[in-house]
């Protein structure tokens, strides 16, 4: 199965390409809360995946939904999130 996931982040991250939140990441390791509707979810896999290819240090934060996730997202609780596009497309700046 393959899901398309988007990258979406507060406003308060100051990065608009993901060069630059790679380097904001390492710059703050473990500032960055990822949230994902649940463990082992693909949304958690592939942040953790994004960490690993980055060398990132960023903290998983797991939520009941992908609503909730929102939520705290556009709260900035958390900060990144790997969303599904169909679900995250309205949240997301064009």
Same mark, same amino acid.
Do not use: C, W
């Given at each position: %199965?393959? /899901? *398309?996931?988007?990258?979406?982040?507060?406003?308060?991250?100051?990065?608009?390409?993901?060069?630059?939140?790679? &380097?904001? &990441?390492?710059?703050? $390791?473990?500032?960055?809360n990822v949230g994902s509707p649940g463990?082992?979810? *693909?949304?958690?896999?592939?942040?953790?995946?994004?960490?690993? %290819?980055?060398?990132?240090?960023?903290?998983?934060? $797991?939520?009941?939904?992908? $609503?909730?996730?929102?939520?705290?997202?556009?709260?900035?609780?958390? /900060?990144?999130?790997?969303?599904?596009?169909?679900?995250?497309?309205?949240?997301?700046e064009r």
């Amino acid at each position: %199965m393959s /899901q *398309p996931l988007i990258v979406l982040v507060n406003p308060s991250v100051p990065a608009k390409t993901i060069p630059e939140l790679v &380097a904001y &990441a390492k710059a703050n $390791p473990g500032k960055i809360n990822v949230g994902s509707p649940g463990n082992g979810t *693909p949304n958690h896999v592939a942040g953790e995946l994004f960490k690993i %290819m980055s060398g990132v240090d960023m903290a998983h934060v $797991p939520y009941s939904s992908s $609503p909730a996730v929102l939520a705290d997202l556009l709260d900035g609780r958390a /900060q990144l999130y790997f969303g599904a596009i169909a679900s995250s497309i309205e949240y997301s700046e064009r």
